[in-house]
């Protein structure tokens, strides 16, 4: 395999990314991050890959960027290597992503889960960014992402104190979509990324930049880029079967085109 500390698999129209170090409860180490990244940035390359799924073990998504790494990590070589910086290329995917969370999703593991598109969690997932603990604080996007999720109230009491959250409180609080018994996490996921991944895939794509830009722009410019995307989409084949699919009480038989 060409990965050391991942399993790849597409099902379907899902690729699968699942990370697998589990005696460091799936650490985020350098070497995750460039096949992470790679893994993703293939899957998206793949016209045969509609919608990703990110996922972790039972015990853990991940608990976090690697300690031991780090702990032999110096500001400069840090500033020089764009320490972190790496993990922005998953941002630049452009089909959606949804993150499969169970147990520990912590620090790293948190921002990572939220660089995703959706969260779905099992009942035992536990959400933090206990970086402060460590004398450091969030480097991939937790001072930024949470407090857009869950709002300042929340996303500042967990950065200042280190605390977990539990599944419940992270539904209640807006980071996450769904949770799920912890038998079914998985399952859940992936039927709802085949859900996903069959829909028409350029309006998937367009989706995400919509979404995205409710977070960049300003209201006025989000609505403008939404409709020109809107706009634009009538060109696709399948938005004609979309709509001739209604009209004839039958299910849609997209083409990604
Ligand atoms: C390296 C880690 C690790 C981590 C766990 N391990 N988390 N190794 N980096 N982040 C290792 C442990 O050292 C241990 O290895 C094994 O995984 C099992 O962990 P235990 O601690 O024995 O398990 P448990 O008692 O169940 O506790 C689970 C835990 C705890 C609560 C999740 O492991 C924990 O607090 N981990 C650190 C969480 C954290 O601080 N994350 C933020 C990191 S900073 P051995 O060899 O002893 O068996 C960060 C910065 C983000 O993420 C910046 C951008 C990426």
């Not at 409860?25 to 293939?42: F, G, K, Y």
């Not at 300690?67 to 990590?73: D, H, L, N, R, V």
């Not at 709002?151 to 992270?170: F, H, I, S, V, Y």
């Not at 038998?183 to 028409?200: H, L, Q, R």
Request: aromatic share 6%.
């Amino acid at each position: 395999a060409p990965y050391d500390t991942i399993l790849v698999e597409r099902r379907g129209r899902v690729g699968l990314v699942t990370l697998n170090r589990p005696k460091a409860l799936n650490a985020l180490n350098r070497r995750v991050m460039h096949e992470v990244t790679h893994a993703a940035a293939a899957f998206d390359a793949d016209p045969e890959v509609g919608c990703l799924v990110i996922t972790g073990s039972e015990r853990a998504f991940a608990a976090g960027a690697d300690i031991k790494e780090m702990a032999e990590a110096d500001a400069i070589a840090m500033y020089m290597e764009d320490g972190f910086g790496g993990w922005m290329a998953l941002t630049r995917v452009r089909k959606p992503i949804v993150a499969a969370v169970s147990g520990f999703a912590l620090g790293g593991g948190c921002e990572l889960a939220m660089m995703c598109d959706m969260i779905i969690a099992s009942d035992t997932a536990k959400f933090g960014q206990p970086e402060i603990k460590l004398g450091i604080i969030p480097g991939i996007g937790g001072s930024q992402r949470l407090i857009r999720a869950v709002g300042k109230a929340k996303a500042t009491d967990l950065c200042l104190t280190g605390r977990m959250m539990d599944a419940q409180e992270a539904e209640r609080s807006g980071l996450v979509a769904r949770v799920v018994p912890a038998g079914d996490f998985m399952a859940e996921a992936m039927k709802t990324a085949e859900a996903i991944a069959a829909m028409s895939l350029p309006a998937l794509m367009a989706l995400k930049e919509c979404l995205g830009r409710a977070d960049e722009a300003s209201l006025a410019e989000g609505l403008l880029f939404e409709r020109r995307a809107i706009q634009a989409l009538f060109a696709t084949a399948d938005r004609r079967e979309g709509m001739a699919a209604f009209v004839e009480k039958r299910a849609p038989n997209f083409t990604h085109r």
